[in-house]
């Protein structure tokens, strides 16, 4: 069942294969949950939410159509809203980046952490003072590795789009990293 696409993992889902959905979330939960971590900083709300996630794609998976936009930029595009949701409701904060690809991993030597904890320090002080659609295209592209159409699916914009929120976004981020 491995080598098999999201697309046939959906199809057996909506057709009451419960190891098709259990295939789904094994695969996109992590990923998932890094987005939310990096959007959120807090490790118990990105748990929330990513259950939040999964819990609204077994609700709404036999719904689901693909219609051009693939099954991951689905997720993110629910996982997005959430936090999105979660801010409106607990105050509209800076969406900081954390090391969320490196929850729970052991670092190598006291000087790389000390090395990354203010690379990271300086990101998300950069990343709060750009553009809110730059940096979700920043977060999508970079943090979570999907494709420029891939973001143009979630975000509901053109490709076109995309690439000039990312280019301006990079832009924004390196002269407020020089700046600092």
Avoid: C
Avoid at 53 to 58: A, H
Avoid at 126 to 137: F, H, K, M, T, W
Avoid at 151 to 160: E, F, H, L, R, W
Wanted: glycine share 6%.
């Amino acid at each position: 069942m491995s080598d098999q696409t999201d697309a046939d993992l959906v199809a057996s889902a909506q057709r009451g294969d419960t190891r098709a959905a259990g295939r789904l979330y094994d695969r996109h939960h992590l990923p998932i949950f890094h987005y939310v971590y990096a959007r959120t900083s807090h490790q118990q709300v990105a748990e929330d939410l990513t259950g939040e996630v999964f819990t609204r794609m077994i609700r709404h998976l036999p719904e689901y159509e693909e219609r051009g936009i693939p099954f991951r930029a689905w997720l993110y595009r629910i996982a997005g809203n959430l936090v999105k949701d979660h801010y409106r409701r607990n105050g509209n904060v800076p969406l900081p980046l954390s090391v969320a690809e490196e929850v729970n991993v052991p670092v190598n030597s006291p000087d790389r952490v000390v090395e990354r904890t203010l690379t990271l320090a300086s990101v998300q002080q950069a990343l709060a003072q750009i553009d809110e659609n730059q940096r979700e295209v920043v977060f999508l592209r970079f943090l979570a590795g999907m494709s420029l159409k891939e973001v143009a699916s979630t975000m509901d914009k053109s490709v076109g789009a995309v690439k000039s929120l990312q280019h301006r976004g990079l832009t924004a981020l390196r002269i407020v990293l020089e700046q600092g």
